[in-house]
């Protein structure tokens, strides 16, 4: 992978081992987002209890976003896109 790409991981589900892996190429340079597909869950979650993987790919600099729907991904994207 060239060192200027960015790696966007889709997800329904982030594990312990994938944010350890994601964190790990964010450290190496990438520029890595993250996009958790939240079914049928609140918009706001309370973020004051994240999760331990949220807080290793937060402080690896990665962005990460939690989206409600895979119409979501476009959006984010083309706002990556032309930002």
């Known amino acids: ?5 960015t790696l966007i991981a889709i997800l329904p ?3 312990e081992s994938i944010a350890v892996a994601l ?3 964010s450290r190496q ?3 890595v987002l993250v996009l958790q597909v939240v079914f049928d869950e609140e918009e706001a979650p ?3 209890d994240r999760p331990d993987w ?6 690896a600099g990665v962005d990460l976003r939690r989206i409600p729907d895979e119409a979501a991904v476009a959006q984010v994207c083309t ?3 032309y930002a």
Do not use: C
Request: hydrophobic content about 45%.
């Open 46 to 48: 309370q973020w004051a």
């Open 29 to 31: 340079g990438y520029s």
């Open 1 to 5: 992978m060239p060192r200027n790409a």
């Open 54 to 59: 949220a807080k290793w790919l937060i402080g």
């Open 79 to 81: 706002g990556r896109l």
């Open 13 to 15: 589900e982030v594990t």
């Open 23 to 25: 964190a790990d190429l």
